[in-house]
Every structure is written in structure tokens, then in C-alpha cells.
């Protein structure tokens, strides 16, 4: 998990990425955990996230690189939060 803030026009908002292999993809099926990839990979995965914001007129700022445990932790606080707002 790839933690971060976004910028557009003067308002800051968290902008966190969830990177994943698809389960079934036998390529990259070694992949448990961010550091599997290798730093200069993840480095490369960061500028991507930068230079993707910068381009659409947004500054993306990493804050930090967090492991499968964070990222579960996230995607279920943002399932808990979609069904509390359906109540």
C-alpha cells in the first residue's frame, strides 16, 4: 500500500493506492508483500503515481509504503464506512 496526499487547488486530501496481484497470475504469483518487489521497483511505482497526478494538474506527495496488513486494515475500514452510509 502506497500512502499519500493529493493537492488540487489549494485543498490537501489523503489519496492512498492499494497495489495487488491478481491471484490467479502466475507471473508475479511469488508477490506477498510490497518488499517482494524490490526497492527500485517500488521507487519506480511512487514517481509513477507522482508524475500520473502531475499530469492531470494535481501534486501527489508519498507519505509512506505499507505492507498487505495495512491494506486489508484500509479496505475494511472502507467497506465498514460504504455500510454505515447505506444505513
Not at 12 to 26: G, L
Not at 51 to 63: P, T
Request: aromatic share 6%; glycine share 6%; proline share 1%.
Amino acid at each position: 500500500m502506497i500512502e499519500g496526499e493529493q493537492e488540487d487547488k489549494k485543498k490537501t486530501v489523503r489519496n492512498d493506492r492499494i497495489v495487488a496481484v491478481e491471484i490467479e497470475n502466475h507471473q508475479w504469483a511469488h508477490i506477498e508483500h510490497i518488499d517482494d518487489l524490490g526497492k527500485q521497483f517500488v521507487r519506480e511505482l511512487e514517481e509513477f503515481f507522482v508524475n500520473f497526478h502531475d499530469l492531470v494538474g494535481k501534486k501527489y506527495r508519498i507519505l509512506d509504503v505499507r505492507g498487505p496488513g495495512q491494506a486489508r486494515r484500509c479496505v475494511e475500514a472502507g467497506r465498514k464506512a460504504l455500510t454505515a452510509k447505506k444505513s
